[in-house]
């Protein structure tokens, strides 16, 4: 089934009609992922969810559903870990542990690729809520984008083309959080190294570019191309191919400190790209058709990530858990728990001529998905899933499915027992 734009649209009138939802005004954020960063802000609750039926979601009964059962299944683990007390997301907007235990003891025991039983599932378990920002007029759709893990050719030494490193985790860098300290700078993160006592800024991209940790053993791996490093910062992950056609996966394992700045929004600022045009593809074709240019652009963003090998599955998120292409999505923590399933709808795909309508689940994090109504895809490893990630940057919102067995305890939550679950 075809949902297009205009019958998105009828939603959010349908919902404004009952006081919900104000405008579907779209984000302007351009930044793209970061899977490094923690956000550097304290938490906040400035969202509103809204009771809404299934048969409200878009493409609800045409989505692969059982695709999302293997990367909910990933985010039970995580759960089963935890005091069956703790609240799950901000203000306990995901109840507490101890709800999810029957949802995931159903959840191992769905067969394998059954859609059918798995939306059944869901309808069983969870109540659908429209996810809308408070502090934004009550705005209902946001930005979502996409990332994936990065394909780079290397070799275990430097040599030839191989002259590019991926650094290791210093053993002086100290990372400190915050919170721990006081209860106002929950969420809050410092970065740097001790030096007679005090903590001081960690070197920036430009220092350790020139030089600064050369010496001191902490090369993991050379890879043949500076711009494919770059872009590995950004995405956070990838896999590292040999001459001899062995692998080597990569993933985060810390950050120098320094905040993270958008080369596309530098490009845009100064002419160089217009925002319409705006993509990594973009990005990657200005940078090499301007190599000197492009290694100063590069240097600009002081933030400088550390690899580490992974022995995992996939690349693994922010919840500890690895990821699942194209039903892992990257959120605002500050608003919405690790572990959710969230049902998102764009308004369009940059791949097909049909809007993204799927079920995913909250599994990561990034420095640049900031808000309430923000995400970011994960489409896994391989040239399509670059390209689509590289190009995705839609309009679109997405509803939170909460245990239904916690609503008496959602503060934010319109309606908590009797809402519509059909």
Request: proline fraction near 6%; include cysteine.
């Amino acid at each position: 089934m075809f949902v297009g734009r205009g019958s998105y649209l009828k939603i959010c009138s349908l919902l404004a009609l009952v006081s919900a939802i104000g405008a579907c005004t779209p984000s302007h954020d351009m930044d793209k992922h970061e899977v490094m960063a923690t956000p550097d802000m304290p938490e906040r609750h400035d969202i509103r969810l809204m009771p809404v039926s299934y048969a409200t979601l878009p493409g609800w009964e045409d989505d692969q559903i059982a695709n999302s059962i293997p990367a909910l299944r990933k985010s039970c683990q995580t759960f089963g870990r935890m005091d069956e007390n703790k609240p799950i997301g901000p203000n306990g907007i995901g109840g507490v542990a101890g709800d999810w235990k029957p949802i995931c003891t159903e959840a191992y025991s769905l067969p394998d690729g059954d859609s059918q039983k798995a939306r059944e599932f869901y309808q069983m378990f969870f109540q659908p809520y429209l996810v809308s920002d408070l502090a934004e007029d009550r705005a209902a759709s946001g930005l979502f984008t996409g990332y994936y893990e990065a394909a780079l050719r290397g070799a275990r030494t430097q040599g030839g083309v191989y002259q590019t490193p991926l650094y290791k985790r210093p053993d002086d860098l100290v990372l400190v959080g915050l919170g721990e300290f006081k209860q106002n700078w929950k969420g809050k993160r410092l970065a740097g190294r001790l030096e007679n006592g005090q903590l001081v800024p960690y070197a920036s991209r430009s220092e350790i570019d020139a030089g600064k940790l050369r010496g001191k053993n902490l090369e993991l791996v050379w890879v043949d191309d500076p711009v494919d490093a770059f872009f590995l910062h950004i995405q956070g992950s990838g896999r590292v191919v040999f001459a001899d056609g062995s692998t080597m996966r990569v993933g985060y394992d810390g950050h120098n400190g320094h905040d993270y700045t958008s080369i596309g929004r530098i490009l845009i600022d100064r002419g160089e790209v217009s925002k319409e045009e705006m993509s990594m593809q973009a990005i990657r074709s200005w940078l090499a058709a301007h190599p000197d240019k492009g290694q100063e652009l590069m240097r600009e963003n002081s933030s400088f990530i550390f690899f580490r090998e992974l022995k995992d599955e996939g690349p693994v998120g922010a919840q500890g858990v690895a990821l699942t292409p194209g039903r892992s999505l990257a959120i605002d923590k500050r608003f919405l728990p690790l572990g959710l399933p969230l049902y998102l709808h764009t308004f369009t795909d940059p791949v097909t001529p049909n809007p993204i309508s799927r079920l995913v689940v909250a599994q990561d994090t990034g420095g640049a998905i900031k808000g309430v109504v923000r995400g970011d895809v994960f489409w896994g490893f391989g040239e399509e899933a670059a390209m689509r990630a590289g190009k995705m940057k839609e309009t679109g919102s997405f509803f939170a499915l909460l245990p239904a067995n916690s609503l008496s305890r959602c503060e934010v939550c319109d309606v908590a027992q009797d809402s519509p679950n059909s």
